[in-house]
């Protein structure tokens, strides 16, 4: 699909669009999602940033679609929709079979090629002058950082170990280093199973790319790690799956979530 042959209505046509219509999937006072056409859909929300719609695009146009699929943006814009100024993603519309539909214990061929796709996505090369964080800078988001986020563009590895290590100091945790884990790859760091799904010609699709971007592969690892007591059938499986860590990966993986605490707690 390519917007040269698709009519993609205005901005405000588009915010109108999503004031009428019944979301088929987000949170009533979060992030929302509407299908404005038989193959559109917009992302809309407060939490709804520029540097998803970078992620995505820049994995959709160097991902294998034979081995992984990522829906194409077509456009990024912000408005004002209920007093509020939110972020709009419009996007392909992606059919296919969600994996939060299905039994995760019953689906290991499918762990598999997640698993597959984030290697693959590991070899996408890394864009010139980018540092750890979403695609172009800016400050990260996720279970890494908490719902507040970096707050800024961290810009280095050393940068990401300054603001775990303050907020390690601030409840005497012992601190981290980063030193060994150098090396950025393209990580989705959100595979939950409703973020997957698989398309009729079988191939994986990976969505909602808000936390994406080059980070070291460790990290990754932690939230596989800190996701498993939500579903633990899945993310054992993707875990088995995973490099094994090392003593001195153990270490930091003891202490990698909690400046995300520490973060929510004094922010």
Known sequence: MSSQHLHLPSDSEIVELCRRTLPFAGAPHGNRLVKISENLVVKFGIGV???EAANQSYARSHADKAILYVPEVFRYFEATLTGFRMGFIVMEYVLGVNLHTLDAAEIPHLADRTM????HLATIPVPPGQGPGPVGGGAAQGYLWSDYGTGRDLKTIEGIENWMNQRLDIVNYPRISLAQHQQLTLRHMDLVRRNICVLSDSSICFM?????????AIFEIHIFRELLFTDQAWFSQLLNLSP??????KRILQYLGIPAVVNDRFS
Do not use: E, L, N, S
């Open 208 to 216: 909602d790319w808000a936390f994406a971007g080059f980070f070291p």
């Open 244 to 249: 094994k860590p090392d003593d001195g990966d």
């Open 116 to 119: 597959a796709a984030i290697r």
């Open 49 to 51: 940033r520029r540097q």
